[in-house]
């Protein structure tokens, strides 16, 4: 009698209703195919969805002009300069008040200007020059408003 042999796995048999079996139980030659896993796929897109959703916000935030660019570009207009460091807790507050508009304003930062600064006698910072007159201290929006003129 002739052997038969398994093609996975070489495993020889004397007959083929014990090949079949073989194959049945071990290799699943008759057993059902696994249905697609959607949830899988679902999950995937869920999460490809959200960090787009996240991009786009965060993308959207940083396009949005800010809240007081009018108010800065009016001040740096009108030759105001703000002299101060990056490292003092006042001038972050007073910079911080501006947000994303602070970009527009004259600063000058005395580490990288010393010379300047000692020039214009900056004792404290942060230190507003407008018209000639020097302002120390965080000022409010109201007071720069009044010396300036620019509406906020």
Not at 40 to 61: Q, T, W
Not at 75 to 85: E, F, Q, R
Request: glycine share 6%; hydrophobic share 35%; net charge positive.
């Amino acid at each position: 009698m002739k052997e038969l042999e398994c093609a996975s796995c070489n495993k020889r048999f004397e007959s083929v209703e014990s090949l079949e079996q073989h194959n049945s139980a071990k290799h699943g030659a008759t057993a059902k195919k696994n249905p697609i896993n959607f949830r899988k796929y679902i999950v995937f897109a869920l999460i490809g969805a959200i960090l787009i959703f996240s991009i786009l916000a965060v993308k959207a935030y940083y396009d949005k002009p800010g809240d007081y660019n009018e108010f800065a570009k009016c001040l740096t207009s009108k030759g105001a300069i703000i002299y101060g460091n990056d490292f003092c807790s006042y001038t972050n507050k007073q910079l911080n008040f501006f947000g994303k508009s602070k970009s527009y304003l004259n600063y000058i930062k005395c580490f990288e200007n010393k010379e300047l600064c000692d020039q214009k006698e900056i004792k404290l910072t942060p230190t507003w020059e407008i018209d000639g007159k020097m302002y120390t201290q965080v000022q409010t929006f109201e007071t720069l408003s009044a010396i300036t003129g620019c509406k906020i």
